[in-house]
C-alpha cells in the first residue's frame, strides 16, 4: 500500500513576484520601462503583515495608507488579490496591472493567510521628480535634507512644510536647472509633512510628498473605513467649515456661481480622464471665473479624485498646500463641484473641484468708496482731509473713461498730458499729479500722493468695467491732486 502525501508550497520569495511583476508589465506596457520601488515594496510588505496580523483589512484603501507612510509619490494605485493554493500567488500578478499604462514604479509583496491561501498586494506609482531618500521617522531637533531632480517639462518648484502642531509654511529651496535642494527642521514632536510642488503643462502639480514622524512612531493600522453611505457634496462642505472653525476662522459661504464653475471643471477632466488644474480645453481657474464674470479679490482651487468625494476632500487635506488654500483667510466664499469619470489610471472615480474665492461687490458710487479710503490714509498718517473738486473730479472722470473703455490703463505720459491741460484751464492750481489703477476693491490702492502733505484738493473719476487684459468687473480709477 501506497501513502500519498501532498504538500502545498509556500509563497514564491520576493525575487519571483518581482519578476513576475516585471513580466507582466512588460505585456501590458511594452513600451513603458517599470522600476521596481523599495519604498512601495516595504509598503505593500507592511499591508500583507497587516493583514496577516489582523491589524489591516484586507482592501486596496488600507494598502494605500501603508504606502503613505512609505513612499514620496503623490498618488499610488493600490491592488489586491487573494489566490490558492499560495504558491501561485505570482500567477496573481497580471490580474493586477492596472489597465492603463501610467505608473513608471511598482512594489509588490504576498504573504500566506488563513485557509489555504495568500494576498497578493501590488502598488503603482508614477514619481515626477526623483529624490534621494528622505526618512519617515526621525527625533526633535532634526534637520531633514531634500535633494532631487524635476522631471522633463517641470519648473517653478515650490516647498511646502506642515509642522507638528498644524503650522503649515512655504519654504525656500535652492532650484539649479532640473535640481532642487532644500533643508528643514523638525523642532517639535508630532506628524509633520512634506510636500513640493512644480508646474507642468496642467498647472501646478504635486510631484513629491512625504509623512514624517518627528519624536513619534507611525501609525501601525489604517483608520477604520467609514461606515454608512458617503455624505457626498455636503459632507466635504460640512468637513471645510469645522477645518476652519478649528483654526479660528469664520465659515466659507456657498457660493452658486462658484459651484458652477467648479462642477463645469469636474466634468471636463472626467470626460478627458485628466487630473489637472489646466486644461487645454477650459484653461485655468482664472480663465474660468474670467467667463463666468466673477469678479474677485483672490481666487483659488483644490482638486481632488478618489472613489468618493469626502475620500477626495481627505486626499485634498492632507496635502500642506491645498490646506493653506482652506486656512487662506482672503477667502470667504467656496464653490464645489463633483463628476464621476475614467481616471488617469483606468479605475472608476470621483473627481471633486473646490473653488475658494473673495468676490467683489461693486459699490453704487465707486468714486466715493475711493475717496473714503485716500482720507483714511490722511487719517492715519494725521494729515489734513484732502477737499474734493468740482473741476479735478471732472478730468479724473474724463481720463479714467477714456482709458477704461478702450481697455488699458493711462500711461504716464497720459497723466502727464491730463494733469497739463488741467492746469492750463483752471488758473487757481499751482501744480498737479494724477494716478491710475486697476483694481477689485478701492482698498488695493496704494497711493503714494495720499501721503504727500502738500496736496490739499483732489478729483476723483471711477467705474466698474471688465476687459480682454484686466478680467470682469474691474474697478478702474484715476485720481487728480492739485494745490
Known amino acids: ?180 535642494t532644500a533643508k528643514v527642521r523638525f523642532p517639535r514632536k508630532g506628524e509633520a509633512t512634506i510636500e513640493l510642488l512644480a508646474t507642468g503643462s496642467g498647472g501646478p502639480q504635486v510631484v513629491a510628498i512625504r509623512r514624517i514622524f518627528v519624536g513619534t512612531s507611525p501609525p501601525r493600522s489604517p483608520p477604520p473605513e467609514q461606515s454608512g453611505r458617503d455624505p457626498g457634496v455636503k459632507g466635504v462642505e460640512a468637513s471645510i467649515a469645522m477645518l476652519r472653525t478649528q483654526h479660528g476662522l469664520p465659515s466659507l459661504r456657498r457660493d452658486a456661481e462658484l459651484d458652477a464653475v467648479a462642477e463645469l471643471h469636474s466634468r471636463e477632466m472626467a470626460r478627458t480622464g485628466t487630473f489637472a488644474h489646466v486644461l487645454a480645453s477650459d484653461g485655468s481657474v482664472g480663465d474660468r471665473l474670467d467667463r463666468a464674470g466673477y469678479t474677485r479679490k483672490a481666487a483659488g482651487e483644490n482638486i481632488g479624485l478618489s472613489e468618493t468625494p469626502l475620500a ?10 491645498h490646506l493653506a488654500n482652506l486656512l487662506d483667510p482672503r477667502f470667504s466664499h467656496l464653490g464645489l463641484g463633483i463628476a464621476r469619470g475614467p481616471s488617469p489610471d483606468g479605475s472608476e472615480g470621483i473627481y471633486l473641484t473646490e473653488v475658494l474665492a473673495s468676490p467683489v461687490r461693486g459699490s453704487k458710487d465707486p468714486e466715493a468708496e475711493v475717496l473714503r479710503a485716500l482720507q483714511r490714509r490722511r487719517d492715519q498718517l494725521r494729515l489734513a482731509p484732502l477737499e474734493r473738486d468740482g473741476a479735478l473730479d471732472e478730468a479724473a472722470r474724463k481720463g479714467i473713461q477714456q482709458a477704461a473703455f478702450r481697455g488699458s490703463a493711462l500711461s504716464r505720459t497720459e497723466q502727464g498730458t491730463t494733469v497739463r491741460a488741467l492746469l492750463d484751464h483752471d488758473q487757481r492750481f499751482e501744480s498737479a499729479a494724477a494716478e491710475t489703477y486697476v483694481v477689485s476693491s478701492p482698498d488695493e490702492i496704494a497711493s503714494r500722493n495720499a501721503a504727500e502733505r502738500s496736496w490739499t484738493r483732489v478729483g476723483v473719476g471711477a467705474l466698474y468695467k471688465s476687459s480682454k487684459d484686466y478680467g470682469p468687473g474691474r474697478l478702474w480709477v484715476l485720481i487728480v491732486f492739485a494745490r
Open 312 to 321: 477626495a476632500h481627505e486626499g485634498i487635506e492632507s496635502s500642506p498646500a
Open 1 to 180: 500500500m501506497w501513502l500519498a502525501l501532498l504538500v502545498c508550497a509556500a509563497v514564491p520569495p520576493e525575487r519571483a513576484m518581482e519578476k513576475a511583476l516585471r513580466e507582466a508589465a512588460a505585456v501590458s506596457c511594452p513600451k513603458r520601462p517599470i522600476e521596481i520601488d523599495p519604498d512601495l515594496s516595504r509598503a505593500a510588505r507592511s499591508f500583507v503583515a497587516g493583514v496577516q496580523e489582523g491589524r489591516s483589512p484586507l482592501l486596496a484603501s488600507a494598502l494605500s495608507f501603508y504606502a503613505g507612510l512609505e513612499s514620496t509619490a503623490p498618488a499610488s494605485l493600490g491592488s489586491v488579490a487573494t489566490i490558492s493554493p499560495p504558491s501561485r500567488a505570482d500567477r496573481a500578478v497580471g490580474d493586477l496591472i492596472p489597465k492603463v499604462c501610467g505608473f513608471d514604479r511598482a512594489g509588490i509583496a504576498a504573504g500566506e493567510i488563513p485557509g489555504g491561501r495568500a494576498v497578493v498586494a501590488l502598488l503603482t506609482a508614477s514619481q515626477p521628480m526623483r529624490l534621494r531618500p528622505i526618512p519617515g521617522r526621525v527625533a526633535a531637533g532634526s534637520e531633514v535634507t531634500i535633494d532631487g531632480q524635476l522631471g522633463p517639462g517641470l519648473r517653478n518648484p515650490r516647498l511646502f512644510v506642515s509642522q507638528p502642531g498644524g503650522t503649515i509654511e512655504e519654504r525656500p529651496l535652492k532650484a539649479a536647472g532640473s535640481r532642487v
